[in-house]
């Protein structure tokens, strides 16, 4: 769907519509459609070509978009296709293609550090309640998704800390996993501190993943239906901006564990 979306942007950038581009290759336009639709797959060879009919120049983007083209990949999510929401299988692909992820947290510890418990805890929480199978399934599939080595930095706000999704236990246990995490070379953990002034950024929880080039960044938002993702190039460099000024305000790695130690001694 991302390639589908980006062949979509090259052609309206050319300022042709799907006839003309479909002209140019030789092929209906119904197929052109299909192409920018994700309903087909589109050849290295034809998608060169529509590259340069676009008058796209940059090689490393056209180079990325190929190796999405080619891609033949089945990841271990299509274990969980059709017993899954669909986006949870699009954020594990993403996070799996990702060259680095960045994430804001306000009120829960992200997925991507989350303890079984922890997980546990927040599907149980979800209206309308998940059945035993369904609630098993999607802790399964959290704990799988945690397997990365990809360089990580999460700010994550007091609020989240000190929320407890479940019991004691499982929040010294959380702790205990954060404080594991951010001993990892990949691994940044940062913390905003309730007491930081003028913080009115933070409400904004986000994630903000990757990709091969800048331009196949995309950032993820929880909405009521499920996750949200976003990737034109306004909202990606507004979105690089809003995590460097969350980044710079919020406590150095050192005295952020340092503090989730205190927090931990207080349970």
Known sequence: MRLATELRRLREAADLNARQAAALLGVSPTQITHIESGLAGVSEKRLRRLASHYACTDDEFIDALVAMSTDRTRGWWEEYRGL???????????????SFRHDVAILYVPGRLQTEAYARAVFTSRVPELTHDELELRVRHR??????????????????????VSDRAASRAQFARLLEFSDADHITVRVIPFDLDDFARAASTMTYLGGPVAKLDTVVRDVPHGSAFIDSEAQLTAFRTRFRKVEAVSLEPGRSRDFIHRLAKEL
């Open 84 to 98: 899954l929401p669909t986006s949870f299988l699009d954020l594990s692909e993403l996070n799996h293609n990702a």
């Open 143 to 164: 704990m799988a998704r945690q397997e990365t080595t990809i360089p990580y930095e999460l700010v994550i706000h007091e609020a989240a800390l000190r929320i407890r």
